[in-house]
């Protein structure tokens, strides 16, 4: 898969990086090669969780993605006590030195508490300068986001403090208006939406709210919005739609997954919260709130297939356009002078996955 579409081919890598995409006529063998995949939101897998402040639970769910093709990966930090959230950021930000991790993603705990989802009531709070300082800080340079509820007081001030360290303010878990929304993800160096419709009030079409806020915002270009698009958080009717209205490059898959993915049914936790795994949905013990997910994003890109979209605009959204949003032009596609990551698939399964030139 080319940037410009599904060719008969071969990638020539040398080193780390991949030195030419060749098109050659050859007879079809059933195997597809598609860029490495880009998650830019997952919260662990295997059974290990990246809120658990463990490093050995941090490369073992690194471990888990990386064998389903996803080879650049953002670990998520959720909503806790202020010494475990600091703690969590910090174990990931190892995580990225050990080369497990690409960066780190604050979520939390600037948060609505109408739109709390699967984070903890007990920790959320205003958007606070002097706690963001210290995220940053444990993070060591390593955040390259934090999602927030814009309409909180003290968001705009957190937000100017991200932007000081190249750091994106998100729009998620929030009750904004749909003027709010727009505004602040337009202010933002690339605006971005933390899983688009989840944990946000429907769209009304006399109270259109955060939804419209951000399909507005990425429809004039100043936004990407993630999908977790699973079936499960959205429909596949809505993936397809979305896609239908902006396009892949203003579309990021991605997982929310937790330590249940790959896993069998049972019990989990998502940062201080106890999860509950049934039939592969994880819901919130204690509520019943959706909790994360518990697919890999080829899953997802098979999933969106399945659903009438197609496969180059699927893989777009899953690998180009996320790691665009980590600034990175050189992960996400198969094209000379990438990081050569790269992912094997026959008949929509992995065969073999490479990642910085070795195959994993």
């Known amino acids: ?82 010494d475990r959230m600091l703690a969590v950021v910090a174990s990931l930000a190892d995580g990225v030195d050990a080369g497990h991790l690409e960066a780190v993603h604050v979520e939390g705990p600037f948060l609505a508490e109408a739109q709390c989802g699967a984070h903890d009531p007990t920790w959320l709070r205003d958007p606070d300068v002097g706690f963001t300082r210290e995220l940053l800080a444990a993070g060591r340079g390593h955040v390259r986001v934090v999602t927030l509820a814009p309409e909180r007081p003290g968001a705009d001030a957190v937000a ?63 936004a990407v919005v993630e999908l977790v698009a ?51 949905v994880a819901r919130l013990a204690e509520g019943g709130a959706i909790a994360g997910g518990t697919a890999s994003l080829l899953d997802l890109v098979r999933r969106a297939v399945d659903g009438g979209v197609d496969l180059h605009a699927a893989v777009t959204a899953a690998s180009a356009t996320p790691a665009a949003l980590l600034g990175r032009d050189d992960l ?5 002078g990438a990081r050569a990551d790269l992912v094997v698939t026959r008949d929509g399964a992995v065969d073999r996955a490479m990642r910085a030139g070795e195959w994993v």
């Open 1 to 82: 898969m080319t940037p410009d579409g599904v060719r008969p081919g071969e990638v020539v890598v040398e080193g780390d990086r991949i030195a030419a995409v060749n098109l050659i006529d050859h007879d079809d063998d059933g195997r597809t090669v598609l860029p490495g995949l880009v998650d830019v939101h997952c919260h662990g897998g295997g059974g290990a969780s990246f809120t658990s402040g463990d490093a050995d639970q941090v490369a073992a769910a690194a471990a888990h993605h990386l064998a389903r093709g996803t080879t650049a990966l953002v670990g998520s930090a959720v909503t806790d006590a202020p």
């Open 160 to 222: 100017a403090t991200l932007a000081e360290h190249g750091v994106i303010a998100a729009v998620g878990h929030t009750a904004a208006d749909a003027a709010t929304t727009t505004r602040f993800l337009a202010a933002q160096e690339r605006g971005w939406v933390t899983h688009l419709f989840n944990a946000m009030p429907p769209l009304h079409h006399r109270d259109p709210g955060p939804v419209l806020g951000s399909l507005t915002a990425a429809a004039s270009g100043s």
């Open 230 to 280: 699973d079936d499960l958080h959205v429909a596949a009717e809505t993936t397809r739609g979305v896609l239908a209205m902006l396009g892949p490059q203003r579309v990021a898959f991605v997982t929310d997954a937790m330590a249940a993915a790959g896993m069998p049914d049972g019990d989990y936790e998502l940062g201080p919260l106890r999860v509950r795994v049934a039939d592969g």
């Open 332 to 336: 996400g596609v198969l094209s000379p």
